[in-house]
């Protein structure tokens, strides 16, 4: 008698995604084998038949015993989930079947994680992706960092498996920022933990948010490419095909004049996104020579182009191709990093370009403040700012910026508290505090920086019980924060900013004049 032997998915964990054909295989199937919680979701449909359930760690051992049965002439049902042909038993059965078998072998697919997963977050995967499992149980982890650099040099979409595992932490981390050396920050990215089962959560960031979350075994995270959009609290990738253009390598467009404008030659490249990053771009412009300011966003450069009447600007959510591309074709003089000093993912970005490309890197650091107040306390990390918040606030205002909202609000038991932020005034910036659970009504969505009036008009009236800030210097309205936390008696915390290497660092716009002139780029 012939033996057969059934390689079955049974997909992500409930039974209306098994397919027709899995159920007419475990059916006919007189030999189950399987890992013991798969059983859960069949078990209409093995009642009476001989059951194994070798343990975790054992799947070696699991597609051994059901190739064994096989042999004998039994038909017998190996058991995955997901889908059995990826990552999954049945490449471990076939490693085991001899040539000279004679069993039958049929392949039964299922739905994989990815696909589960995408389904949950709209369409994120409707063009070319890749999947990476993160397990170096199986793959050296030079290997799975090497891939991931492809990866993201392709700017494929992508599906990262076995996340993150109590003795493998830092590893996704690793990945993320390989990722973050070709893919915007602004990448959007989904997290599902528990896909189709019980205790399944779904949530979107963006790429460079990913690097404040903690993941486990069971999530699994999707990024998205350049052209993955944001659509009804869901995302999706265009198929493309048509007109797809690649918003990363289009001309910059001049909002004053709808028009695509050319980088003039052998300009000093200010990279700004701030007040007095415009204010020094425009500073240096006096000096004649031709200066390009980049903005991270197109609010940015909006406000730019109303600070920097004349120059070019180039605004929006670049990648590292976009920037080398035009940094190359442009002949760039000098990179100036005048960024945000918690802007660490641009600068290091910045750096890196500098050695590559040869063109001398300046970064241009606002000044801190040594004020403090009796209500202040400083934090080392984002991490213990939401530690502390949580402890001693039940109505806590966030002027972090948006990006760190997802720590404070993703964060276990911040559903019990209220929130409240103050966001720029830009419409993906908004939905993406609506996104992560804040009330419309608890968002301030303004310019500023604010003065201490305003910022106490404004705490007293929401009952605000703790601030969340950064140290952000006078031109970032430090100053205005600690004194009006100080005038109500509110706790203040400050996080502490990142401390980075700079190859070269001003603090004064004189300082980088000077230093441009030392390397006779003035």
Request: proline letters at 5%; glycine letters at 8%.
């Amino acid at each position: 008698m012939t033996g057969v032997l059934n390689l079955v998915s049974v997909g992500p964990g409930f039974a209306d995604l098994i397919i027709p054909r899995a159920e007419a295989a475990l059916r006919e199937s007189s030999v189950i084998v399987a890992y013991e919680l798969y059983l859960r979701w069949i078990a209409p449909w093995i009642v009476g038949k001989e059951i194994h359930t070798p343990p975790l760690t054992q799947e070696r051992e699991r597609a051994l015993l059901a190739i064994e049965k096989a042999r004998t002439g039994a038909t017998v049902a190996l058991i995955s989930s997901g889908d059995i042909g990826i990552y999954a038993m049945a490449a471990l059965a076939y490693d085991e079947i001899r040539e000279d078998d004679t069993f039958i072998v049929n392949v039964i697919p299922g739905v994989t994680s990815a696909n589960a997963c995408a389904s949950l977050l709209g369409s994120p995967l409707s063009h070319d992706f890749a999947t990476l499992s993160l397990s170096d149980l199986l793959c050296p982890w030079d290997w799975i960092e090497q891939r991931a650099s492809h990866i993201a040099q392709a700017d494929l979409a992508c599906v990262l498996y076995n996340v993150q595992s109590a003795g493998r932490q830092e590893g996704v981390y690793r990945i993320l920022h390989l990722m973050l050396e070709h893919k915007s920050p602004s990448t959007l990215c989904g997290v599902v933990k528990n896909a189709y089962r019980p205790g399944q959560e779904v949530a979107i960031y963006s790429l460079e948010e990913l690097l404040t979350l903690k993941f486990d075994m069971l999530t699994t995270i999707v990024i998205g490419n350049r052209f993955t959009q944001r659509k009804r609290g869901q995302i999706f990738t265009p198929r493309g095909y048509n007109d797809w253009h690649a918003p990363e390598t289009e001309s910059v467009k001049d909002s004053a004049h709808d028009g695509k404008v050319d980088f003039p030659a052998e300009a000093t490249w200010v990279f700004s996104g701030t007040s007095d990053g415009n204010a020094l771009a425009g500073l240096l412009a006096t000096d004649g020579k031709p200066v390009v300011v980049s903005a991270a966003t197109e609010y940015g450069g909006e406000i730019a182009l109303q600070d920097c009447p004349g120059l070019t600007v180039w605004a929006g959510r670049q990648g590292v191709e976009a920037r080398r591309q035009a940094l190359i074709k442009s002949r760039a003089r000098v990179l100036v990093d005048a960024t945000h000093p918690y802007a660490n993912l641009i600068s290091e970005q910045l750096m890196r370009l500098s050695q590559e490309l040869g063109i001398p890197y300046l970064r241009y650091e606002r000044p801190g403040s040594a004020a403090i107040s009796e209500t202040a306390t400083l934090c080392a990390t984002m991490a213990e700012a939401v530690e502390r918040a949580m402890k001693i606030g039940k109505r806590i205002f966030l002027a972090t910026g948006s990006k760190d909202l997802s720590s404070f609000l993703q964060a276990p038991g911040a559903q019990q508290l209220q929130w409240f932020a103050r966001v720029t005034p830009e419409p993906e910036t908004i939905q993406r505090a609506v996104d992560f659970g804040l009330p419309r009504a608890h968002i301030c969505a303004m310019q500023g920086p604010f003065s201490q009036d305003f910022n106490q008009a404004l705490w007293r009236d929401w009952g605000i019980d703790c601030i969340v800030t950064k140290e952000s210097g006078e031109a970032g309205g430090y100053q205005a924060k600690v004194d009006a936390a100080a005038a109500l008696g509110i706790p203040l915390l400050v996080v502490k900013r990142p401390q980075m290497s700079y190859p070269v660092v001003a603090t004064t716009f004189e300082a980088v004049r000077a230093q441009l002139q030392r390397w006779d780029l003035q």
